[in-house]
């Protein structure tokens, strides 16, 4: 993803173009799944790498830092911790629903554009998992935006978003990426 802007809104808001959606089985080991993001590292040794860090990310992230071969630091992402900033912290819940709520805006307003060639149901499970996160507000300390487990998801029949999840991971506000140059249409 080309990445621009650090806020939620006004002349800085974040706005991203999804430049590809590498998209791998979710059956895929821990060591097969280092060895693709290796080659993905190698191939664009600019780009920042995060890496959702429960279950089997937390090992990803330790294969590929110790790997000598390919100079790179994978960013672990934590969904379930509290946002850094003193705002953010009394509008969302945690990480995670930051960084949905962002991308949720960020569509409405037209700053995510999506390049990526998806074939059909790539491009249709992007649709449907976008529309479907549910989230509501808590009383833990204010009204702050949740957005709700994956195991509730599931019990709604929603399944894991993981698409929506990794484009997520360009609104989280904590992160540090190479800012794009520029962005189509701009």
Known sequence: ARVIGDSDFGESARRVEIVDIPILSNKIDQIELAGEIKQLAIKNPDYQIYIDSVGIGDTV????????????????????????????????????????????????????????????????????????????????????????????MQKKGIKSPDIIDALAFCFLSNVTYNPADCFSGD
């Open 61 to 152: 992230v330790k294969l590929l830092r110790k790997d000598q071969e390919v100079e790179m630091s994978p960013n672990k992402i934590s969904w379930g911790s509290p946002c850094f900033k003193k705002d953010q912290r009394s509008r969302f819940y945690n990480q995670r629903a930051q960084a949905m709520v962002w991308l949720r805006d960020a569509a409405r307003d037209g700053r995510v554009k999506i390049h990526a060639n998806l074939d059909k149901k790539t491009a249709s499970k992007l649709i449907d998992q976008g529309t479907r996160i549910p989230y509501s507000f808590t009383d833990s300390g204010g009204a702050k935006y949740i957005i709700a487990k994956k195991e509730e």
